[in-house]
């Protein structure tokens, strides 16, 4: 759960609720990099399927890299549904998952 900023509080009170099922995770440029290469990494091998929702395709689409002070940032504009919201839930949870191919080549994870 991000617990950057605002969402601080309410990481704090749902680890506090349940412990070994939530934990906060900083959503730091570093960590924004690294949960979006992995994405990016699961799509390239094919790894992951998401739903035909245009909604989380336009937050897909919507991750743009742009050059910061010490790094690269990955960022979107914020719109009338968020900030690309699903993009970044959808990055999370991957990042706290693990996916094993077959050697047949299966073992895509639906979403």
Do not use: Q
């Not at 309410?10 to 960590?31: C, D, I, P």
């Not at 399927?49 to 742009?66: E, F, G, S, W």
């Amino acid at each position: 759960m991000d617990k950057t900023g605002i969402g601080m509080n309410l990481a704090e009170n749902m680890h506090s609720k349940f412990k070994s099922r939530v934990s906060g995770v900083w959503f730091s440029n570093t960590r924004k990099e690294e949960m979006a290469l992995n994405l990016k990494k699961a799509f390239e091998d094919k790894l992951i399927k998401i739903p035909n929702d245009p909604l989380l395709i336009a937050d897909i689409h919507a991750i743009k890299r742009t050059i910061g002070a010490k790094s690269f940032k990955y960022d979107a504009k914020r719109n009338e549904y968020g900030h690309a919201d699903r993009f970044w839930a959808l990055a999370l949870a991957l990042s706290h998952i693990s996916i094993v191919r077959s050697k047949k080549g299966g073992g895509a994870l639906i979403i």
